[in-house]
């Protein structure tokens, strides 16, 4: 037989073997012990998480002749006739390429007969949310009277873009992305199998390459080790994926923070010499700069500011041929700190009202950007997180003339606070609180003199965000106050006046 991939040679056989969703396997194998087998199964996650290789293990389990503690025992005539094939009635599709209503309706025909070798007849169909709107409206049919012997197992990427009358009758099960310790420990499981010595920190490489899927982590290894069947090292895999030195992005982010412009672009021009993706080091600067944020025991406004900006250049790169330049002139502005401050933009009135629509407008659009990228980078949004039933909070915006606030108890962590709601992904909301002021006592009561970030913060989302981040780190449930300190009055009418002569209707000034 011919060389079979890692990622086929080491697929789980019984549930057991299934790392990182325990939620999952959990249940099912209790199921298979009950013989309480529902007639339809979703399971839905992210690439490479297992959704097949359970569908696989629990066809063979609800039909295994002798099941072991709701595993199958692979040893049987039926585990193994499905594991090679011979069995008919364990039938795996592929809704890409089979989408047809005529494929759901040969189905449909099928399930009234009777099985032949096994108790159950399994439909396993991968990737179902590419199926066609008349191949959903015929499996319905099929899931709304199922034949006894007979269960549905759907697996997808996309769980959205299937329709609510077929979630309705399926039971959900959501698997989720693997940690980097469950692929770290994976790795060195196959690298033992296969007899192949390893450094740790090439088996770490490839973990967080994999992003949380398995099927990634085994498919970079067998390329890795195809390189060198006797070592695996961590300089190779770098040079095996393209991937860029971590000294590097370290060397580059100092200098930033020097604002050290000479040997920033010295780094660089290392970078494009070794032909690297300049969008991958964008994205692994822009890791870095957040990792240093969110671990700073001091304030540091710079961070927040520069991962903005590296934010937007990576659509800057993704539109340009002149990709170089662009780089090293974004590099050298934030080595110089110019025009980088939010703090600022948010008061800058323009002459022109389409100017100042034009720079809110882009100002949003690089929180919105930021926040889509911390989402994909903050590996802690895990379906694991267990979330906190907080109570929602009652809230009141005013808008105030500057008067002493010696009266109120300071809150001493607001800085941190602000760190937990970036972790949060809530970074427009982290933005709105620059320069703001926090007190608690028999309410939180928040001030700030800036209008923009005033309209932000009032709106429920924010309000129920910060009120969920003090609940969750320090216990606190108060209704909220929310105070703008009119000093910006005089700037606040300038722009009134600005869309009064310009016959341009408005309801809130920003």
Known sequence: MGYIALYRKYRPNTFSN?????????????????????HAYLFSG??????????????RAINCLNPQDGEPCNECEVCKGILNGTITDVIEMDAASNNSVENIRQIRQEVVYATVDVKYRV???????MLTTSAFNALLKTLEEPPENVVFILAT????????????????????????????????????????KYEDEACRYIATLADGAARDALSILDRCISENEEMLRYEDVQNIVGAIDKKIITEVADSIMNMDSIKALESVDEVIKKGKDLRQFTFEL?????????????KNDRYATIIDRLSSLDNDLKSTTRKEIVLKACIVQLCNNSNLDLSKANHEISPDTSVFQKKIEALENRITQLQEKINSLNSTTSANEVKSDVPKVNAVTTIKEAEDVSQYTEFP????????????????????????????DDVVRIITKNSFGFNILKSDDSIQTIAKALYDNYKINKNLILELRNENNEQISKIEKILKDNNIEYSDID
Do not use: W
């Open 18 to 38: 299934i790392i990182g969703q325990e939620n999952v396997t959990k249940i099912l194998r209790n199921q298979v012990k009950s013989g309480k087998i529902s």
């Open 46 to 59: 992210t690439r490479g998480t297992g959704k097949t290789s359970s569908a696989k293990v629990f066809a």
């Open 123 to 129: 439909y396993i169909i991968d990737e179902v949310h």
């Open 157 to 196: 990427t996309e769980q959205h873009k299937i329709p609510v009358t077929i979630l309705s009758r399926c039971l959900k099960f959501e698997f989720n992305r693997l940690s980097e310790e469950d692929l770290y420990n994976r790795i060195k499981y196959v690298l033992d199998s296969e007899n192949v």
């Open 286 to 298: 822009t890791s870095e700069f957040l990792n240093r944020f969110i671990s700073a025991t001091e």
């Open 413 to 440: 962590n607001t800085e941190e606070l602000k760190k937990h709601i970036v972790t949060m992904g809530k970074i427009k909301v982290y933005s709105a609180l620059a320069g703001a002021k926090v007190y608690v």
